[in-house]
Nanobody, 125 residues
Framework: QVQLTESGGGLVQAGDSLRLSCSASGGTFGTYTIGWFRQAPGKERQFVAGIAESGDGNVRYGRSVEGRFTISRDNLKGTVYLQMNSLKPEDAAIYYC?????????????????WGQGTQVTVSS
């Protein structure tokens, strides 16, 4: 089973950008769909973005981030990136990456079998 570690979170101002990374160890990284989810205090975990095993343009985004966030992956490095531009205060949350064997269920957290520990993103207005 693949193990995941997120990095790149931090405190930024509204309008700024951040790039999160999700690094994998163990397992066969290139066989997993990778998703990013976020959870703010008192709110449910929310799908942010997902990318299929090979990348190849097979990506999906949550409605609230489409056009501002970009997901990509480098299978040779075992890493998935989430480029976040034009950040808003409502983007503040703990961001998690997760691995799944089921691309068709990319938006559903229950489909993911491995999760990272999360990285905090704080956006000041």
């Amino acid at each position: 089973q693949v193990q995941l570690t997120e990095s790149g979170g931090g405190l930024v101002q509204a309008g700024d950008s951040l790039r999160l990374s999700c690094s994998a160890s163990g397992g066969t990284f290139g066989t997993y769909t990778i998703g990013w989810f976020r959870q703010a205090p008192g709110k449910e975990r929310q799908f942010v973005a997902g990318i299929a095993e090979s990348g190849d343009g097979n990506v999906r985004y949550g409605r609230s981030v489409e056009g501002r966030f970009t997901i990509s992956r480098d299978n040779l490095k075992g890493t998935v990136y989430l480029q976040m531009n034009s950040l808003k205060p409502e983007d503040a949350a703990i961001y998690y990456c997760a691995a799944s064997k089921t691309w068709r269920l990319v938006r559903f957290s229950s489909a993911y079998e491995s999760w990272g520990q999360g990285t905090q993103v704080t956006v000041s207005s």
